[in-house]
C-alpha cells in the first residue's frame, strides 16, 4: 500500500515544521512539501497532486486566502484538513459545508491524534481533533436547528448521485470516482455529502450498508 501523500501550507513556520516531524514519522504517511505562500501552495498543489492537502489558517490570511471556504474551494482536487482555528470559530463549519474532511485544533493533542486524523481523511472520510468533535457537532445540530423546519425533501438519489453510490459500493476513493465521471474531487465530496443526508448516515462505510440494504447499490 503507497503512503499518503500530504503537503503543508502556511506561515506559522514551527506549527508546519512540528506537523512535518510527526506526520514524517510514520512510513504510512509522505510529505511532499511545505509553502509558506498561498499562490505557490496552491500551484504545488496542482503540480505535485498530494492525497491531502493541510492548511494553517492561522497566518492563511496575509498568505492570499481569507476564509476557509476560499482555501476548500481553491484546493478542491485534495483533501482538506485545517489546521489552527479556535474551537468556537464558526470557520470550522463553513469549511465542512464546503468540503473539507478534517480539522485540527494543534492545542493539546496528541502526534497519535494528528495521524489518526490524516489516515481518516486520507480513506475519506471526516474527522476532528477528537477533544472536539462533540462541540463541533453540537453547534452544527444547533445551527441545523436554528434555521426551522424546512419541507420534505427527496430522499432519492439523484442519477449521478446513484453513480457515485455505485462507484462507492465498489470500493472507490473520491478521486477514482472523479477520474470515473470525468468531474472534480470536489464534486464528488458534493455528492457525496448529499448521499449522507438522504441515506441518514454519516460515513462511507454506513452509505454503503445503508446503499446495500435498500437495495440502491450492488456490493
Not at 509553502?35 to 505535485?48: F, I, M, N, P, Y
Not at 471556504?69 to 483533501?79: D, G, I, M, Q, W
Not at 474551537?87 to 459545508?97: N, S, Y
Request: hydrophobic share 45%.
Amino acid at each position: 500500500m503507497s503512503a499518503t501523500r500530504v503537503l503543508l501550507i502556511g506561515r506559522k513556520t514551527m506549527c508546519l515544521e512540528g506537523l512535518s516531524a510527526i506526520l514524517a514519522a510514520s512510513p504510512e504517511i509522505e510529505v511532499v512539501g511545505r509553502s509558506a505562500d498561498w499562490k505557490e501552495g496552491v500551484a504545488r498543489a496542482a503540480t505535485l497532486e498530494p492525497d491531502i492537502v493541510v492548511v494553517d489558517m492561522v497566518h492563511c490570511g496575509e498568505c492570499g486566502a481569507a476564509t476557509p471556504v476560499a482555501c476548500v474551494t481553491a484546493l478542491e482536487n485534495s483533501k482538506v484538513i485545517i489546521v489552527g482555528l479556535p474551537e468556537a470559530d464558526p470557520g470550522i463549519i463553513d469549511a465542512f459545508e464546503a468540503g473539507a474532511l478534517g480539522y485540527l485544533s494543534l492545542s493539546g493533542q496528541s502526534a497519535e491524534d494528528v495521524r489518526r486524523v490524516v489516515a481518516t481523511v486520507a480513506a475519506g472520510e471526516a474527522a476532528l481533533d477528537p477533544r472536539l468533535s462533540a462541540g463541533v457537532l453540537s453547534r452544527m445540530r444547533r445551527l441545523a436547528r436554528s434555521t426551522g423546519p424546512g419541507p420534505a425533501h427527496d430522499t432519492t438519489p439523484t442519477g449521478r448521485e446513484h453513480d457515485v453510490l455505485e462507484l462507492l459500493v465498489a470500493g472507490n476513493s473520491n478521486r477514482e470516482i472523479a477520474q470515473a465521471l470525468h468531474v472534480s474531487e470536489s464534486t464528488v465530496k458534493n455528492h457525496l455529502h448529499a448521499l449522507y443526508s438522504k441515506l441518514g448516515v454519516e460515513s462511507r462505510s454506513q452509505a454503503v450498508s445503508e446503499a446495500i440494504r435498500r437495495g440502491l447499490a450492488t456490493p
